[in-house]
């Protein structure tokens, strides 16, 4: 998250050691204790702590305590113009590229989709996915249809729209209500009118926030102090000084980075957004749900 160790290292004069690597592998670090403060999509987060999804046959992380979250990243859900398909009861029979164990949300959103429309995967014919063939499986008529998470006006994804006619499909507000209802770490996104060639109104779906998070018995002070790192300059719907790091999902805004339903909060980033007037009772209600009380 924008180089947080070299700000931690700069304003707070603390050395730190940063390691990078995709979510599953930042979960796995956290559990051993290699890593103290880390980053990960909302959704392998949200399922460490309850021991849920990819964690179902571990201990729950309930130590796990978030300081906040970056917007989504919207889930694009493509196809091609000469497949017919416009929504989702049009997939039935159809070459859906979903099924996935390296970003299982992607298959959870396809999965619930079909599921409110009274389909499962055996209407469809699922596809092995993987973010490399995504495209060219697409394009080649491989498939008819892939859901993928990708940043707004990513490239690859404007150079496919160039050159060929494709159409990003919009989800209802029933099914965006569907989803967040039931994976509560997803959120809505809206992907602008003209993002891309052909597309020419918002794209409406759902999309996983980057969530910050550490273990309950991480300094209060230090949590106290980052959350100010990262939140003094901005307000309750403007962005701060980090708005040039995110210029895709949209910086972050102080109402923003109190993402609620994926883990409970570290008493010092409460004690933070209570400071500023954010905390409201639903978020304490919350935290209270998340902690079992």
Do not use: C
């Amino acid at each position: 998250m924008i180089g947080l160790g070299s700000l931690i290292e700069t304003e707070l004069k603390i050395p730190t050691s940063v390691t990078k690597g995709p979510s599953g592998a930042t979960v796995k670090s956290f559990r051993t204790g290699e890593a103290e403060l880390v980053t990960s999509s909302a959704a392998p987060a949200h399922w460490a702590y309850s021991g849920t999804g990819l964690y179902a046959k571990e201990e729950p992380l309930k130590s796990m305590r978030m300081l906040g979250a970056i917007p989504p990243t919207p889930q694009h859900i493509v196809t091609r113009a000469d497949t017919g398909i416009r929504s989702v009861p049009d997939w039935r029979g159809k070459k859906i590229m979903f099924l996935t164990e390296a970003s299982p949300q992607v298959q959870t959103i396809g999965t619930r989709l079909l599921e409110l429309h009274g389909m499962t995967v055996d209407d469809v014919t699922g596809l092995k996915w993987t973010t490399a063939e995504t495209i060219p499986s697409l394009t080649g008529g491989v498939s008819d249809l892939f859901i993928r998470t990708g940043s707004v006006g990513r490239a690859d994804f404007v150079e496919m729209a160039m050159n060929h006619d494709l159409v990003f499909l919009s989800l209802s507000e029933e099914e965006i209500a569907y989803i967040l209802e039931r994976e509560t770490y997803f959120a809505r996104t809206v992907i602008p009118a003209g993002t891309y060639r052909g597309q020419d109104k918002d794209v409406l779906g759902v999309g996983e926030p980057i969530v910050l998070y550490a273990h309950s018995d991480f300094p209060a002070d230090l949590v106290y102090e980052i959350m100010k790192i990262l939140l003094d300059t901005t307000d309750v719907d403007s962005a701060g000084r980090f708005a040039e790091f995110q210029p895709f999902t949209g910086a972050w805004t102080l109402n923003s980075f109190l993402t609620l339903g994926i883990a409970p909060y570290h008493e010092a980033a409460i004690k933070y957004y209570q400071d500023r007037g954010v905390w409201t009772d639903e978020a304490e209600q919350m935290q209270k749900s998340l902690l079992g009380q």
